[in-house]
């Protein structure tokens, strides 16, 4: 059966004693796309991915993995990797590797071959015969990674993956996640930092108090939720700057950032400036970044609102 959709959720719903954690959740993924999933926590993002991983099933609605039953793709065609990290801490690292890669259909020789290979790029080549429990959080979570991924599957299914990870691996692996996306790859991956999803992905989701409240392609949303901010960079006076129009000034980034009335037109704060013999370097609407869409939609009401990571 072909369908263009990695993963379609149709009217999901979940509930606990009475609390619904998902809420007639629609999706669909793209194949060979990137897709956040995000939201602030308790938003209901680890409970749609243990759906979509058949850990919980749903009280109403319906998945589809790659176009078929779930049950027939999950084991050698996805890669999960969960948020609560546990790893065999008695089992030697390649020891582990190849068993759970052979239970994913991978013959001994192959998982052994690939294994070796991810250990030699992770730069644990030299932990390979150590006990997991030798090795630090970090490198346990480096393991795990591996042990996702040795089977290749089709869809990668990713639950808060870089979290307790120091900056400079979680470079290795965002590089490892856009590298599967060119090969054709399909990555789910839930997360609350949003400078990270916002280098990643091609497609978000954001889910707030268990319903979807934004769903498509990154660069289209940003450009319907930009609103009144225009960036001015100039030399000269700066009497024009104010007007009718703007509500406030706030010092940006190499420039001068104007917050509007809703409804305001920034042309009128244009021609003023040409008038004034300023000399504008720069005069744009401000794209959103992702962290205020977020606070945006999900902020308001929500008991915690994740941090943002700035590099």
């Given at each position: 059966?072909t369908?263009?959709c990695?993963v379609?959720?149709?009217g999901?719903?979940k509930?606990?004693?009475g609390?619904?954690?998902?809420?007639?959740?629609d999706?669909e993924?793209?194949?060979?796309?990137?897709?956040?999933?995000?939201?602030?926590n308790?938003?209901?993002?680890?409970?749609?991915?243990r759906m979509?991983?058949g850990?919980?099933l749903?009280?109403?609605?319906?998945?589809?993995?790659?176009g078929s039953?779930?049950?027939?793709?999950?084991r050698q065609k996805?890669?999960?990797?969960?948020?609560?990290?546990?790893?065999?801490k008695?089992?030697r690292?390649?020891?582990?590797?190849v068993f759970?890669?052979e239970?994913?259909?991978?013959?001994r020789?192959?998982g052994r071959?690939?294994?070796?290979d991810?250990?030699?790029?992770l730069e644990l080549?030299?932990?390979?015969d150590?006990?997991?429990e030798?090795?630090s959080?970090g490198?346990?979570?480096k393991?795990?990674?591996?042990?996702?991924?040795?089977?290749?599957?089709?869809?990668?299914?990713?639950?808060?993956?870089?979290s307790?990870?120091?900056?400079?691996?979680?470079?290795?692996l965002?590089?490892?996640?856009?590298e599967f996306?060119?090969s054709?790859m399909?990555v789910?991956?839930s997360?609350h930092?949003m400078?990270?999803?916002?280098?990643?992905?091609e497609?978000?989701?954001?889910i707030?108090?268990a319903?979807r409240v934004?769903?498509?392609?990154?660069k289209?949303?940003?450009q319907r939720?930009?609103?009144?901010?225009?960036a001015?960079?100039?030399e000269g006076p700066?009497?024009?700057?104010?007007g009718?129009e703007?509500?406030?000034?706030?010092?940006?980034?190499?420039?001068?950032?104007?917050v509007?009335h809703e409804?305001?037109?920034p042309k009128g704060?244009?021609?003023r400036g040409?008038?004034?013999?300023?000399?504008?370097?720069?005069f744009e609407v401000?794209?959103?970044r992702l962290h205020?869409?977020?606070?945006?939609h999900?902020?308001a009401?929500t008991?915690?609102v994740?941090?943002?990571?700035?590099?």
């Amino acid at each position: 059966m072909t369908d263009g959709c990695a993963v379609r959720l149709e009217g999901v719903t979940k509930r606990f004693s009475g609390h619904t954690a998902v809420d007639h959740l629609d999706l669909e993924i793209p194949r060979g796309s990137i897709y956040g999933l995000l939201g602030p926590n308790g938003s209901g993002k680890t409970t749609t991915i243990r759906m979509i991983m058949g850990i919980l099933l749903p009280d109403e609605g319906r998945v589809t993995l790659l176009g078929s039953d779930p049950a027939q793709t999950r084991r050698q065609k996805v890669g999960y990797l969960p948020e609560e990290r546990g790893v065999y801490k008695k089992m030697r690292v390649l020891e582990l590797l190849v068993f759970l890669a052979e239970i994913r259909g991978v013959p001994r020789k192959v998982g052994r071959g690939r294994a070796g290979d991810w250990l030699d790029r992770l730069e644990l080549d030299g932990w390979a015969d150590r006990r997991l429990e030798d090795l630090s959080k970090g490198m346990q979570q480096k393991v795990q990674f591996i042990s996702t991924v040795l089977h290749e599957p089709e869809l990668l299914v990713l639950d808060e993956p870089f979290s307790g990870l120091d900056p400079i691996n979680q470079e290795v692996l965002e590089a490892i996640v856009l590298e599967f996306r060119r090969s054709g790859m399909t990555v789910l991956f839930s997360t609350h930092l949003m400078d990270q999803a916002e280098r990643l992905c091609e497609r978000v989701c954001l889910i707030s108090r268990a319903r979807r409240v934004l769903d498509g392609e990154l660069k289209e949303i940003k450009q319907r939720e930009r609103t009144g901010v225009v960036a001015v960079s100039f030399e000269g006076p700066a009497d024009w700057l104010a007007g009718p129009e703007v509500m406030r000034q706030e010092a940006g980034p190499g420039a001068v950032h104007l917050v509007l009335h809703e409804g305001a037109d920034p042309k009128g704060i244009l021609r003023r400036g040409v008038a004034s013999g300023a000399a504008i370097h720069r005069f744009e609407v401000v794209e959103p970044r992702l962290h205020e869409i977020f606070l945006r939609h999900a902020g308001a009401g929500t008991t915690r609102v994740p941090p943002t990571v700035s590099r």
